[in-house]
């Protein structure tokens, strides 16, 4: 086998006369940016949902009394998304989207108008808005 020189294997280390230079190409912060991009919308979905508060306006084994009870929510109060659940042999309905404990307290004096005893503030999953969602900064 031939030998080569170990000038030519080995590069020159560097020192304060021979600086090394390193030059980005600038189409590595395009694919940073929207590797980003990809990834805010990927894990969207997971960040909607998080801990928090919703209220227990009933718990009965009548399915149409529950029901009435979540029309008269809708009704009344449109902006809090109200939640039925069944766990045998009750149905459960729960309302709102709180992120603490206060919102769920000032949000259960306005129902106690509508429903005067049996109203629970019950820590949960909770669903956020999309528009609530942290936004990634892309910018960077």
Not at 89 to 118: C, H, I, W
Request: proline letters at 7%; a positive charge.
């Amino acid at each position: 086998m031939a030998q080569v020189a170990d000038s030519a294997v080995r590069p020159a280390l560097a020192d304060s006369a021979n600086p090394v230079v390193v030059e980005k190409d600038p189409r590595i912060e395009q694919l940073v940016r929207k590797q980003i991009e990809i990834n805010e919308v990927t894990t969207r979905e997971s960040r909607r949902f998080v801990a928090g508060f919703r209220i227990q306006v009933m718990n009965s084994p009548d399915r149409a009394k529950v029901f009435a009870a979540k029309a008269k929510v809708f009704e009344q109060f449109p902006d809090w998304k109200p939640y039925l659940l069944y766990q045998s042999p009750n149905y459960k309905l729960r309302v709102g989207n709180f992120k603490t404990q206060e919102e769920a307290q000032d949000a259960m004096k306005q129902l106690s108008k509508l429903f005067p005893s049996g109203l629970y503030v019950i820590p949960d999953v909770i669903e956020l808005k999309l528009s609530d969602l942290p936004k990634v900064d892309t910018t960077n």
